[in-house]
């Protein structure tokens, strides 16, 4: 089946370290692949996506690279903010038999100390 | 601004009463979806929508219904309330363009006692 698998969390890392939240998955067809992320309190908000392989999306300084070789879409940023203390999570979209699903992962907490 | 919302944000219920939880866009999106959060199962799928008169059951449909008779809403009625289904629920809606991007609103916390 679908499903996406996301590192373990919860991570805390201190503020200007360099971030990789890893993301894998199992598609049966050619999926788009997100990275939402959810602050406290609030709903999931799109950070940024790719819709083919060797794409790489980019948003507020995080990066992700479609891998079809690997299955996996890790999430990176070079040097985070407290401010990207947040629930990050990986999801895959498939089109199957005209209908979209979007499939997530359980999420990564992450916090950032100053 | 274009905006989706939920009402209301948190609510308390007994076990067995019925409930509704209301969705609302105002993006004029065919496509919306209900999904449950919970602690080590990230967002589960529970009911979706294609258009009005469509609904259609997700992963963990039991105990949940939906009806679409608008554009703009679609309202979750817990029929019976159990404490399983004590959880933070989450509506979202999209265009249903490839690739769907869906547009989450801010989530209804339900405690079920």
């Known amino acids: 089946g679908n499903s996406v698998t996301q590192m373990e969390g919860p991570v805390t890392l201190s503020e200007e370290a360099f971030l990789t939240i890893n993301c894998t998955y199992t598609?049966?067809?050619?999926?788009?692949l997100f990275w939402y992320v959810q602050y406290p309190g609030e709903g999931l908000q799109l950070l940024l996506k790719?819709?083919?392989?060797?794409d790489k999306g980019s948003n507020k300084g995080f990066e992700a690279t479609y891998r079809k070789e690997t299955t996996s879409f890790h999430l990176e940023k070079g040097s985070v903010q407290v401010s990207d203390s947040a629930v990050y999570f990986c999801?895959?979209?498939?089109?199957?038999?005209?209908?979209?699903?979007?499939?997530f992962g359980q999420g990564t907490r992450l916090t950032i100390n100053p | 601004d274009a905006e989706i919302t939920q009402s209301p944000r948190h609510k308390i219920t007994e076990t067995g009463r019925q409930v509704t939880l209301a969705c609302h866009q105002t993006?004029?999106?065919?496509?919306m979806f209900w999904y449950r959060q919970d602690l080590g199962h990230g967002l589960r799928l529970i009911h979706y929508?294609?258009?009005?008169?469509?609904?259609n059951k997700g992963e963990v449909s039991d105990g949940y219904s939906v009806s679409r008779s608008n554009t703009e809403d679609l309202p979750l009625t817990l029929e019976s309330a159990a404490s399983s289904q004590t959880s933070v629920y989450f509506c979202?809606?999209?265009?249903?363009?490839?690739?769907?991007?869906?547009?989450f609103g801010p989530g209804t916390r339900l405690t079920v006692l």
């Open positions: 598609a049966t067809g050619y999926p788009s």
């Open positions: 929508s294609y258009g009005v008169q469509d609904t």
């Open positions: 993006w004029n999106h065919n496509n």
């Open positions: 790719a819709t083919k392989a060797d």
């Open positions: 999801a895959l979209n498939l089109e199957i038999q005209g209908a979209q699903k979007l499939v």
């Open positions: 979202a809606s999209s265009r249903g363009l490839v690739p769907d991007t869906q547009y």
